[in-house]
């Protein structure tokens, strides 16, 4: 039976990578494989195979595993078997997002409008809480947004952060928090909740007012968070703490501000 053609590779891929790219394809719909049968299949030698198939393996994208033994055991190693990881297998895509919005789609559906937040608000709080201590350990909002990028790009999110405005005794500066990747940003394209629960997180976290200026879910090059701060003037305390406290005011991610760098990425 005659195998299904390739997904689309860019034609400024290299005559390498497209053949990588075989190599780990046959590996996803007949693997695991020997080094010598992926060369059969694909009619390569197998020098050529096992130069891709170690590059697979230092990415991350392939592993292996000892081929089971049939007949008497004979002398040196046994034969090693190729399987993609999760990784290589992402190189092909997944239908993750679809299944997520007929999920929440559901929800919507079958739970109402306050479910879909509820669901929001507990993904946030999955992916903050446990930097939170980190996070909080400062009192100077711009401080908080610096480890707050550090914590969302351990969870996939490549953040960073800059500062805008001048600084001067009195003076208003901010800090823009930037998120160069999104997730969920299919997913949070059809269900803003999910952008607007993230954004109402930070700014109890960061213990000030923040504003969402642009987000990946509505086509912008990053989603950016201006963080206001003003020069001398500490983060409001965690809710809970003795100290005086009032509530941080979460913006809508839909509204605009005006800031001087007019909000683009850090």
């Known amino acids: 039976m005659p195998r299904a053609a390739l997904p689309h590779v860019p034609s400024q891929v290299s005559a390498e990578g497209k053949t990588r790219h075989e190599v780990a394809r046959l590996l996803l719909e007949q693997g695991p494989m020997t080094a010598v049968v992926v060369a059969e299949q694909l009619g390569?030698?197998?020098?050529?195979?096992?130069?891709?198939?170690?590059?697979?393996?230092?990415?991350?994208?392939a592993e292996t595993r000892d081929?089971?033994?049939?007949?008497?055991?004979?002398?040196g190693r046994p034969a090693k078997l190729f399987l993609?990881?999760?990784?290589?297998?992402?190189r092909f895509g997944h239908a993750y997002d679809d299944l997520a919005v007929s999920a929440i789609r559901f929800l919507a559906e079958h739970a109402g409008e306050d479910a879909v937040r509820?669901?929001?608000?507990?993904?946030?709080?999955?992916?903050?809480?446990?930097?939170?201590?980190?996070?909080?350990?400062?009192?100077?909002?711009?401080?908080?947004?610096?480890?707050?990028?550090?914590?969302?790009?351990?969870?996939?999110?490549?953040?960073?952060?800059?500062q805008v405005g001048a600084p001067a005794p009195g003076q208003n500066v901010g800090a823009q928090l930037c998120q160069h990747h999104c997730p969920v940003?299919?997913?949070?394209?059809?269900?803003?909740?999910?952008?607007?629960?993230?954004?109402?997180?930070?700014?109890?976290?960061?213990g000030t007012h923040v504003q969402r200026l642009a987000t990946i879910a509505r086509?912008?090059?990053?989603?950016?968070?201006?963080?206001?701060?003003?020069?001398?003037?500490?983060?409001?305390?965690?809710?809970?703490?003795?100290?005086?406290?009032?509530?941080?005011?979460?913006?809508?991610?839909?509204?605009?501000?005006?800031?001087?760098n007019g909000g683009k990425p850090a």
């Open 44 to 61: 390569i030698s197998p020098t050529a195979v096992r130069r891709h198939l170690d590059a697979l393996l230092a990415d991350g994208e």
């Open 67 to 75: 081929a089971p033994r049939r007949g008497p055991r004979g002398r």
């Open 118 to 162: 509820a669901f929001a608000e507990r993904r946030v709080a999955s992916l903050v809480e446990p930097h939170r201590a980190a996070i909080t350990g400062s009192s100077d909002p711009a401080t908080r947004a610096e480890v707050l990028a550090t914590a969302l790009t351990r969870e996939g999110y490549a953040a960073s952060t800059r």
């Open 219 to 260: 086509g912008d090059s990053a989603c950016t968070t201006h963080v206001p701060v003003t020069a001398g003037h500490p983060a409001h305390p965690e809710p809970g703490s003795t100290e005086p406290s009032r509530t941080a005011e979460p913006l809508s991610p839909r509204r605009e501000a005006r800031i001087p």
């Open 84 to 90: 993609l990881t999760e990784s290589g297998r992402a």
């Open 185 to 206: 940003a299919h997913v949070a394209a059809e269900f803003p909740q999910l952008c607007e629960a993230e954004t109402e997180a930070f700014a109890r976290l960061l």
